[in-house]
Structure formats: C-alpha cells, structure tokens
Nanobody, 116 residues
Framework: QVQLVESGGGLVQTGGSLRLSCAASGFSFSLYAMSWYRQAPGKERDLVARIPSRGGSTNYADSVKGRFTISRDNSKNTVYLQMNSLKPEDTAVYYC?????????WGQGTQVTVSS
C-alpha cells in the first residue's frame, strides 16, 4: 500500500535548522510531484514547497523563500526539506504530499516546534 513516512521534526531554537525527510513506498515515486505542507494550530494546511517529478524548478511559499530548500532523491524514493533560519512562526505539523496519476497521498505529519 501507499506510504509516506515523515521524519526529522523536533524542537529547535530560533535561528536553528532541521532537515525533514519523507520516505515513500507503494507507488512510482519518480512520476509524482512531491510537496511539503504545514498546518499550525487553528490554521489551514498551507503549501510550503513543491518539486516536480523529475526535480528541477521548485516552488516555495513566500514566507520560506531563501530559508527552506526542497529536494528529492528518486533512487531512494525520498523527498527532503532543509529548513534554515527557523522562526517561531514556522512551528507547525509538516506533511509530505505526493500528487500524480493515481491521485494525492499524504503522510501522517511530523511536528516542528521553534522556540523563541
């Protein structure tokens, strides 16, 4: 079955860094666009970053441009989110998302907490 398993979340101080990983299985990873979303308490789930199926041109939310980098390794069926210069407003549950021919899949989420 389809699985997206996020890891790498945790507690970090303002200005710190974290690297999230999302390991995919059960579908043709290299044919799917991959994204990271986040949802803070009481707020909607918002797109953070997206990378096409073969890599290349990426998209970022304005709030994370210049601080976050999305990347993928199709040989490992894994997508990453490098987060630098973290701010308290980055605190949220971060979700991995796959979008392709068979539809859209979500991971279970990983908590990122940035302390001030």
């Amino acid at each position: 079955q389809v699985q997206l398993v996020e890891s790498g979340g945790g507690l970090v101080q303002t200005g710190g860094s974290l690297r999230l990983s999302c390991a995919a299985s059960g579908f043709s990873f290299s044919l799917y666009a991959m994204s990271w979303y986040r949802q803070a308490p009481g707020k909607e789930r918002d797109l953070v970053a997206r990378i096409p199926s073969r890599g290349g041109s990426t998209n970022y939310a304005d709030s994370v441009k210049g601080r976050f980098t999305i990347s993928r390794d199709n040989s490992k069926n894994t997508v990453y989110l490098q987060m630098n210069s973290l701010k308290p407003e980055d605190t949220a549950v971060y979700y991995c998302n796959a979008n392709g021919l068979r539809g859209t899949f979500w991971g279970q989420g990983t908590q990122v907490t940035v302390s001030s």
